[in-house]
Every structure is written in C-alpha cells, then in structure tokens.
C-alpha cells in the first residue's frame, strides 16, 4: 500500500509540474500564480504548496527534476558507449516538443532566463545545469577524439556546433516559418558527423 501512495504522489507531482510548465511557456514565470497553477492542476492551494515550497521552489525543481534527469540519462549513454549519433539525437530531440505547441519550449526558457535574472537561487539552478551540459558535451567529443574518430579541431568545433543548435531550437522552436518535425534530430545529428568528418563505427 505503501509503494501505491509514493508512487500516485509522484505522479500527482509529476502532472503538476507538466501543467506548470505549459502555462509558464505561455504566459511567463513572473506572471502565472500558484492559484493559476493550482486551479489548472485541478488541485488545492494546500495540495500545491505539499509538493513545493513557492513558485522558486516548483521552478528550482523542474530545473532538477525534469531536466536533470536527461543529463543523467545523457551521462549513462555517454558512459555505456552508446553510439554518437544516437547521443547527437538524444540532446537535440529534448528540446523538440512535436506533440505539443513548439512554442511551448522556447517560450519557457525565455521566461525562465528571465525570472533566473531576479532570482539568485534560480540563476545558480540555471548555472549549474548549464555547466553540467556542456561538461558532458565536452566529455562526449573527448571520448570520441580518444577513440580516433573526430581530429582535434573537429572536436572543439563540435562543441560550438552542438551548443548552437540547441541554441537554436531553444530560440525558433516556435517559429511558424520554421518546421521541426520527428526527423530534424537525425537529420542534425547526421549534419554534424558530416561537419566533423566523422569516422567512427558506421563511417569507415
């Protein structure tokens, strides 16, 4: 019984930080309310504040929650070899929302840059998740320099490559004249082995 009433509490976190984050992208940090929030949870005021603290708080945990659970999953694939095309794929594709309103992820880490800015608990959240990405995308272009497949040249432009992209798609996503369909992470991720001359496992 006990394993049921953790897990339907982490479910019931886990939704109300998805609706957070709609209406956050939507209609900013700043602006939304914890009742807003509340009400499009369909829960209490009570009921939202046993899960977070404050707004910094349920903001603070998205940031580790959510996104820090990519990093660790991008670190274990990194660690188990998982090939470089696929890891290429799995960064880009976290920043795609295809089912959802594009302008869902970009209009988010607008605002979140926004708020992190008056925010010095935020700003370091936001800090330390940036250096944790590019720590890891710095690791995965040193392990394939290791293995011979990328020069060294290659491998610092593929740090600038990768970064821009992302930069990219957090900025555009939400064009309407700009398309990011199911095949844009492959289709980037193929683009950059090209850039780099790749010569890893399925490029000899």
């Known amino acids: 019984m006990r394993k049921k009433n953790v897990k339907n509490t982490e479910n019931k976190k886990e939704e109300i930080m998805r609706q957070a984050f709609r209406l956050m992208a939507r209609k900013g940090i700043k602006e939304i309310s914890m009742r807003e929030i509340a009400d499009a949870c369909g829960v209490t005021k009570p009921v939202l504040y046993y899960y ?3 707004k910094e708080d349920l903001c603070s945990q998205m940031i580790c929650g959510e996104m820090g ?9 990194i660690n188990e070899g998982e090939s470089f095309e696929e890891i290429l794929c799995f960064i880009l594709s976290g920043y795609i929302c295809i089912d ?8 988010f880490f607008i605002h979140l840059n926004s708020f992190a800015a008056a925010s010095p608990v935020m700003a370091k959240h936001l800090e330390d998740f940036q250096r944790t990405s590019f720590n890891l995308f710095k ?6 320099y290791k293995k011979g497949y990328i020069t060294a040249k290659a491998r610092d432009m ?3 490559l990768i970064l821009a992209n992302v930069a990219h798609l957090v900025l555009h996503g939400g064009s309407k004249d700009l398309k990011f369909n199911s095949d844009y992470a492959r289709d ?3 683009m950059i082995l090209c850039a780099l001359q790749y010569k890893g496992e ?3």
């Open 69 to 77: 659970s990519s990093q660790k999953i991008l670190e274990q694939y």
């Open 188 to 190: 980037m991720a193929r």
């Open 139 to 144: 690791k995965m272009l040193d392990e394939q």
């Open 52 to 54: 977070f603290k404050d």
């Open 158 to 160: 593929g740090l600038h």
């Open 202 to 204: 399925n490029n000899k």
């Open 100 to 107: 959802e309103d594009p302008l869902l992820m970009t209009g």
